[in-house]
């Protein structure tokens, strides 16, 4: 059985830093790229970025590109989201997903095993 964790989030203000982890057991993660997206109240879960199997080669959404960082250490099963200079707009719920699908698809059906989403909240 499958089980995808996240950890991190919470409510910081503009400017600051957080770091998600999401924790895979049940398969073989090196087996599998990595893909975070968000979804804010009202819209569709939009890709914010993908790391390859290997770890190696990340790719990722335009307005997040420079402030955030995805990595994946498959010795831990797990992949993390570093987010800096947090910004209101990046108010949303993040999930982590897993797929073995080659490149960076940014689509969520590419994607075939979920974190339970965290909500990450920027605000004065």
């Known amino acids: 059985q499958v089980e995808t964790v996240q950890s991190g989030g919470g409510l910081v203000q503009p400017g600051d830093s957080l770091r998600l982890s999401c924790t895979v057991s049940g398969l073989t993660f090196r087996n599998y790229a990595l893909g975070w997206f968000r979804q804010a109240p009202g819209e569709e879960r939009k890709f914010v970025g993908a790391?390859?199997?290997?770890?190696?080669?990340?790719r990722y959404e335009d307005s997040v590109e420079g402030r955030f960082t995805i990595s994946k250490d498959n010795a831990k099963n797990t992949g993390y989201l570093q987010m800096n200079n947090l910004k209101p707009e990046d108010t949303a719920v993040y999930y982590c997903?897993?797929?073995?699908?080659?490149?960076?698809?940014?689509?969520?059906?590419?994607?075939?095993?979920w974190g339970q989403g965290t909500q990450v909240t920027v605000s004065t």
């Open positions: 790391i390859r199997r290997s770890g190696l080669g990340t």
């Open positions: 997903a897993l797929t073995q699908t080659v490149g960076f698809p940014i689509s969520p059906t590419q994607y075939n095993y």
